[in-house]
C-alpha cells in the first residue's frame, strides 16, 4: 500500500496544514466502520447467556444450565455454541486475506461499504434466524463485514488525519468499537428482560444499524488522496489534499504521497523481500505484537463477559450489568489514549501499558489463590476491570500506530 505516513520523529518535515471541519467530520463519519465490529463483540456474548436463545438453538447447553449438578464453566462446554461464536473470526480471517486487494483497487471507500452491506446482509440472517443454520450463516456474513471494515477503516482514517495528529484520529476506529461494545450491552440488558424469543431477536438484529451508518458513510465520504494517487487520479488527489488540508501551499505532501506511491509499484517480489533479513525485525514485531495483545484475554473479557460473570455465579441480570460496567471502564479509558498516543508516543503507551497490565492481572491471581478469598471476590473482579482499563488505554491503541510506522520500508 502507498504510504504518506510522516513518523513522528526528530528531523522530520512539518507539513503546511490547517485542522479543517471537512477533515474532522470526514473522520468521525469513517470511525463508524469500527461500531459494526465493537457491537457484534458486545452483542454475541450477552445474547450466548439468554436462555429463551439458548433453549432455542442450543437445548443441551439451556438444560445443563438448568443441572444443580452442573459445574458453572461446563454449562457452556458446547462445540456448537463455540461454532457460533468462532465462525465470524473465521470469516474475518479469510475475508482479510483478500479485502487488501479490494481496499487497494477500489478504494477504501468502497471496501467499507461492502464490509457495511454484508453485515447488514449477515444481521437480517440472525435476526429472523430460524435454525442454526441460519445462525452460522450470518455469523459468517458479519464476519466477512468485519474483516473488510477492518482492513480499510484504519487505513482510511490514517491518510485523511493530519500528520502530528495521525494517532488520535486513528484512535477514532478504537474509539467507535469501545462505543458499539458499550451500546450492546446497554441493548442486552434490556432486551433480555423481555419475554420469548423477542430479545434476542432484537439484540441481533439491532446490528443493521451501525452497518447502514457504515453504508452511507462510505457513499458520501470522499477517497483519500493516497487511494486516488495509486488509482491514477494525480489531479484530483491533489485537490482532495488541499481541501483536507485547508491550504494551497500542499506541494510538499503531494510530492511524498506521490514518490511513495511510485516506489511501491516498482517492488517486483514484495512477500518474498519482506522475508529477507534486513527486515526480520519489522517483521517478528509486527507479528508478536498484535498475537500477544490477543493473549492477554481481552476478547475472553470483551466476548464472552456475560457469559464469564455467569460463570462466576452471578445471575442473568447481573452478569449483564457487570459487562456494561467493563465496557464503559474500557471507553472512558481510551480516550486517554487518543489524547495522548501523538503527544508521548506509542512506545511509551505500549510499555507503561504492559506492565500494568501484568501488575494487575498478577494481583488477580494472587487474590483467586488465597484460601480466605472465594473465586467470586469482588477484588478480584475489580483487578480483572483494571487490566481491561489498561488495555484500552494502552495496548488496543500500538497495533495500528506501529503497523503503519514500522512496514513503510523499501522492499
Known sequence: MAGGFVSQTPGVRNYNYKLTPKVFVTCFIGAFGGLIFGYDLGISGGVTSMEPFLEKFFPYVYKKMKSAHE?????????????????????????????STVTRVFGRKWSMFLGGFTFFIGSAFNGFAQNIAMLLIGRILLGFGVGFANQSVPVYLSEMAPPNLRGAFNNGFQVAIIFGIVVATIINYFTAQMKGNIGWRISLGLACVPSVMIMIGALILPDTPNSLIERGYTEEAKQMLQSIRGTEEVEEEFQDLVDASE????????????????????????????????????????FYAPVLFQTLGFGSKASLLSAMVTGIIELLCTFVSVFTVDRFGRRVLFLQGGIQMLVSQVTQKALNSKPYFTFLDKHSISWMCVADRYWSNDWSQIWSGWNRGHWKIRC
Not at 468462532?86 to 479469510?94: F, K, N, T
Not at 517478528?284 to 498484535?290: G, K, N, Q, S
Open 71 to 99: 459445574n458453572e464453566y461446563c454449562r457452556f462446554d458446547s462445540q456448537l455454541l463455540t461454532l457460533f461464536t468462532s465462525s465470524l473470526y473465521v470469516a474475518a480471517l479469510v475475508s482479510s486475506l483478500f479485502a
Open 263 to 302: 516506489e511501491s509499484k516498482q517492488v517486483k517480489h514484495p512477500w518474498k523481500n519482506i522475508l529477507l533479513p534486513r527486515y526480520r525485525p519489522q517483521l517478528i514485531m509486527t507479528c508478536f505484537i498484535p498475537f500477544f495483545q490477543q493473549l492477554t484475554g481481552i476478547n475472553v473479557i470483551t
